[in-house]
């Protein structure tokens, strides 16, 4: 009697495995989460970056006699930027305190060229680093980047994965939105130390939701500091009012004037406003109190670096006046246009101005 042997699968045999392996994959991807995986992947190398840097700076510390370890007041940053203070990175504000970067073809020497400005090479038994690392990431648009500051010396990270949570709030630092080593974690800035924070607390757009604030007056022209919570807005006609809580609350200052152009350093401490037909005012105490500056022109537009020491103001008619000692003193430049308003470099070095149906005209 002849009989015949079933080979292989039904269809329907072969739907039962398929469906078992993708139950069975989706498990082992829930168990594991590999997004999760590659961010431990780049903790590690972040805490091994960390030590590495530490030992290596209290090697130094110990072994080179008056060896510069930088400046406490900088904050060196593993970011390269064109810029010697990082002007370019959209860093947050830590005045008075300021940061320090340097170019690609620098960045990751040890013989004190680098992002961090330490000789490893001077010891004594040879260079503990073939170079210095840099964040996996490396990017100020995420908060992912290292930061050294010196003197006494402290190091931050900031860890991405849920597993090093733990970390960045038990390492003894300032902040538990970051993993801080060092010989004195009292010397990074608290807003360098939130970077991520702040990143991810940034809306994807921008000026789309809009709260009305105060009362009805005729605003003339407003500026703010760089974190955003010092405003300051003049009135036409009416009074200068200053703002501390990110322009929720205003306060009156000064008297009533032809308020036109306002100018603010970056921490919001100097303030500059021009009158139209009247004087230049500036302040120091971050708009508490006007002294009037110059003589009575056809002010305009007004301009300041972010320290507030060099300041550019514009006459309708006249000509540009440039001031290098805060708005003290100021010099008249150039030739008399209808000039209408002016912009400035963080540093003061670049400026334009525009001229009211003429050119625009650029200063280096």
Do not use: H
Request: some cysteine; glycine content about 10%.
């Amino acid at each position: 009697m002849n009989s015949t042997k079933k080979l292989g699968f039904t269809l329907v045999e072969l739907l039962i495995v398929i469906a078992i392996l993708a139950i069975l994959a989706v498990a082992v991807v829930l168990v594991l989460n590999p997004a999760q995986l590659l961010k431990q992947g780049r903790d590690s190398t972040r805490l091994s970056d960390m030590a590495a840097l530490n030992s290596a700076l209290a090697l130094f510390n110990t072994d080179v006699a008056n060896g510069f370890m930088g400046t406490s007041s900088i904050v060196y940053v593993s970011i390269p930027d064109s810029s010697a203070t990082c002007a370019n990175l959209g860093l947050p504000s830590i005045s008075p305190s300021t940061y320090n970067c340097v170019t690609s073809s620098t960045l990751r020497k040890t013989d004190g060229t680098g992002w961090i400005p330490v000789n490893f090479g001077s010891l004594s038994f040879g260079n503990p680093l073939p170079n210095l690392p840099i964040d996996p990431i490396n990017t100020s648009s995420t908060g992912s980047y290292y930061t050294y500051s010196g003197g006494s010396w402290a190091l931050s990270a900031v860890m991405e994965s849920t597993k090093q949570a733990a970390a960045m709030a038990s390492d003894g630092g300032r902040s538990a939105n970051a993993y801080e080593v060092g010989s004195n974690l009292a010397l990074t800035p608290t807003s360098t130390l939130d970077r991520a924070v702040a990143v991810v607390a940034s809306p994807a757009t921008y000026g789309t939701v809009w709260t009305a604030k105060d009362s009805n007056r005729n605003w003339q022209d407003v500026a703010m500091s760089s974190d955003g919570t010092k405003q300051t807005a003049g009135v036409w006609g009416g009074q200068i009012y200053v703002s501390t809580d990110s322009g929720n609350t205003w306060t009156a200052k000064g008297s009533s004037r032809e308020w036109y152009g306002i100018a603010m350093s970056s921490d919001g401490t100097k303030k500059t406003a021009d009158v139209n037909g009247g004087q230049i005012y500036v302040s120091t105490d971050s708009g508490n109190t006007w002294t009037a500056k110059d003589s009575n022109r056809y002010w305009l537009g007004v301009a300041m670096s972010s320290d507030g020491t060099k300041q550019t103001a514009v006459v309708n008619g006249g000509q540009i006046y440039v001031s290098t000692d805060s708005g003290n003193t100021w010099t008249a430049k150039d030739s008399n246009r209808s000039w209408q308003d002016v912009a400035m470099s963080s540093d003061g070095t670049k400026q334009t101005a525009v001229v009211s149906g003429g050119q625009i005209y650029v200063s280096t």
